[in-house]
């Protein structure tokens, strides 16, 4: 072959090459530019998130107590809201409600901590068979927070309305029509009994000693829900939650219809449930007993233990 074919056959492969191999680098290139700029990103997030803390962590902070009491019947409804801060309600043979709001400030001075609370109300507002706490606040806080945290007592036989952002929740010796939702915070219950709805969405649900219907919900957090020794065989139950495990501990002589499923978990139980349909590892639906009530359990990640 002529030496002058070869020279073209060369140059005609490098202009077949080089604009491939261009290609690749810039790509290549392209490729390291968008991680550098990705990390340069959640560097001044970082560093934005740090000089937040830092910035808060200089603040003022002021606290003060008010301590409230109202005449409280049995049977009576108590409702409260606050958005930082959590609640707790303890029920006892009494016969009014005893609260005790501690209330904390904080600011860029003490002055200015010390000034906001002040502007902090926090009163017992009675109507018919309802007491209700309302908090007044200023809102829409520039550098500057409120929060109220709440301990009350109140008669045994008690509805509850409860309403925090921030905060646990948590509910001992109470019955009646008990209604709780924080959105991040643990749900804690303790020998509670009637109707029962307490939800969270960030944190754990986590009932000892219940008697009634309950409906337990949070989406990131475990829910564990233990009945009482008294409580009747038939109720209606629904645990769900999207990441976290599922426990449930059955009255006596429990009697339900089953429906039980989890996505990435397994489904394990102590009491003989006589399947309605196809039992599989994440799935399982049938009856205990002769079916007078409902039990729900759901998850997505995490297992589920029926006891």
Request: with cysteine; net charge positive.
């Amino acid at each position: 072959m002529e030496k002058a074919t070869i020279t073209t056959l060369v140059l005609i492969l490098l202009a077949c090459v080089l604009p491939l191999a261009q290609g690749r680098l810039t790509e290549e290139t392209s490729d390291s530019r968008l991680k550098q700029i990705q990390i340069e990103q959640l560097k001044k997030a970082k560093e934005a998130k740090d000089k937040a803390a830092k910035e808060k962590s200089k603040r003022a902070k002021y606290e003060r107590t008010v301590q409230l009491t109202s005449p409280m019947s049995p049977g009576s409804t108590f409702a409260a809201q606050t958005h930082n801060g959590s609640i707790t309600i303890k029920g006892d043979e009494v016969t009014d409600c005893n609260l005790v709001a501690t209330i904390i400030t904080q600011a860029p001075t003490e002055k200015e901590a010390r000034e906001l609370s002040d502007q902090v109300k926090v009163t017992l507002v009675p109507s018919d068979q309802r007491l209700t706490l309302k908090i007044d606040k200023p809102e829409q806080l520039i550098n500057k927070s409120v929060s109220v945290t709440l301990d009350v007592k109140v008669p045994n036989k008690t509805s509850l309305e409860l309403l925090t952002h921030n905060g646990t929740v948590k509910i001992t010796d109470t019955t009646g029509r008990l209604n709780a939702t924080t959105h991040n915070g643990k749900v804690i219950a303790q020998n509670i009994s009637g109707t029962i709805l307490l939800r969270t969405h960030n944190g754990s649900v986590d009932c000892r000693d219940i008697s009634g219907d309950a409906k337990l919900l949070t989406h990131n957090g475990g829910i564990e829900a233990v009945y009482s020794q008294n409580a009747p065989p038939a109720c209606h139950v629904s645990l769900v939650t999207h990441n976290g495990a599922v426990g449930f501990t059955a009255p006596p002589g429990v009697s339900a219809k089953v429906d039980a499923s989890t996505h990435n978990g397994s489904i394990r139980t102590d009491l003989p449930i006589t399947a309605t349909g196809k039992k599989s590892k994440t799935k399982l639906t049938g009856t205990i007993g002769t079916g007078e009530g409902n039990m729900h359990l759901e998850t997505h990640n995490g297992s589920i233990q029926i006891r």
